[in-house]
Each structure stands twice: as C-alpha cells, then as structure tokens.
C-alpha cells in the first residue's frame, strides 16, 4: 500500500531556482493537501484541492503555484526560490475532507533548503 | 475564523507518568476534532478523532473528549510508554469540511 507518495525526500535550492514537489496518492482520494511545516509553526496551508481540476488558496500560498490535472497527482511547483521557502513540505490526502470526520493521509515530506 | 491553540512544550515525562496535552479551538459551528501524531522522520498519521460534542475519540491508550462547553479537546494517556515520544498536534476540520487547521504541535519525551 503505497498511500501518498512525495517526491523528492530533499532538495537543495539556489535563491531564484525554481523546482517542482511532486506528490502521488493512489487511494482514489478526491481531496489533496500542500503544507509546509516551520518549527515551532505548526502545519501551515498552501494550497489544496477539491478534486481534479479544482484549487483553491490556503493560508501561505504567495510564492507557489498548484495544478491538479488528475485524481492522482497535486504537484506544488515553487517560482524562484527565497530563503523564506527553506521548510519540510507535506501533502496529505483525504477521501471526504475534515466535515464528516474524514481523515488526512500524509506522505513522508521533503525537506527543501534554499541557500 | 478557525484556529487551535495547543499547550507549548517540549514536554518531558517519566515511563508510566500521566499525560495532558491541553487543546482549545475556535471555530463557527461545529468541527470535527483531531490529534495527530508525528514520530520522528516521519509524517503525520491520525491517532484519534471526535464529530460532535460529548463524543470521545481513543486509540493506544489516548483518549481526548469533544467539550463544546469549554471549546477544548485535551488529550490524555493514563501511562505513557517511551515509544510514545513524538509530536502531538490537534487539528479541526473547516465547517465545510474543506481545509483542516492545525496546532504548533507539542514534543513529547519519555524517559525510561
């Protein structure tokens, strides 16, 4: 059972680089997630999806860009990298969504360092 | 708007002690509720979950109860083990069910 699946686990940026995280889910899922988590911070929202075809903004998405083409993949493409963006970044994956108590599926992370 | 405020840690614990884990929210009708855990490495996976007041969510010993009156979802543990070290984070679901909302999370250790 495979899950969510992210790619890459690490990644090294130059500053004004530009890179895409990419994330797979395989449990027909029609919700998807992208959050990046800072110490001390919590899991902040960048962008999520209602299904494909659909994206909406999270709470921290200026420097980000989503596309959900398929049910499968949500890739989080980062334009021209900031020392800012320097986080571990989490897509997560729900059936229903939080509203009848459903369940968010999360993959390992990727560690991302802009220098 | 929706927020979670969970207590601060790191918290430190001796094998068998008691745990609290102190979460309150604020939110417009009524969220669903969460904790999750985070083990080192790794990412995060539920550990229990309530969807209406009075409700009380367990698992491996945890149990956390959906207080509508106090706005507040403690989590607990009668004797913590030191497999239990990890980062607990409590989280609502938006009344739309669309976006979740997590707290800083709290670091757990326990000590032999």
């Known amino acids: 059972n495979a899950g969510v699946t992210q790619t890459p686990k690490f990644r090294i940026l130059k500053i004004g680089q530009s890179m895409t995280l990419q994330c797979t889910q395989d449990m027909n899922h029609n919700y998807m997630y992208w959050y990046r988590q800072d110490p001390g911070m919590g899991l902040k929202l960048i962008y999520y999806?209602?299904?494909?075809?659909?994206?909406d903004k999270g709470e921290v998405p200026n420097g980000y860009n989503v596309s959900r083409s398929t049910t499968e993949d949500f890739p989080l493409r980062l334009e021209l990298a900031a020392p800012s963006q320097t986080s571990v970044y989490f897509c997560?994956?729900?059936?229903?969504?939080?509203?009848?108590?459903?369940?968010?599926?999360f993959g390992e992370g990727s560690r991302l360092t802009v220098l | 708007g929706n927020s979670v405020t969970q207590m601060e840690g790191p918290v430190t614990l001796s094998e068998e002690a008691f745990l609290t884990i102190n979460c309150t929210y604020t939110?417009?009708?009524?969220?669903?509720l969460f904790w999750y855990v985070q083990y080192p490495g790794e990412g995060l996976q539920l550990l229990l979950k309530a969807t209406k007041a009075d409700d009380k969510g367990s698992n491996k010993g945890f149990e956390a109860t959906y207080r509508k009156e106090t706005t507040s979802f403690h989590l607990e543990k009668g004797s913590v083990q030191v497999s239990d070290s990890a980062v607990y984070f409590c989280a609502l679901s938006s009344l739309t069910g669309n976006q979740f909302y997590f707290g800083t999370g709290t670091s757990l250790t326990v000590i032999p």
């Open positions: 999806s209602v299904g494909a075809g659909i994206t």
């Open positions: 997560a994956s729900s059936y229903s969504g939080g509203g009848a108590g459903g369940e968010l599926f």
């Open positions: 939110a417009t009708g009524y969220p669903s």
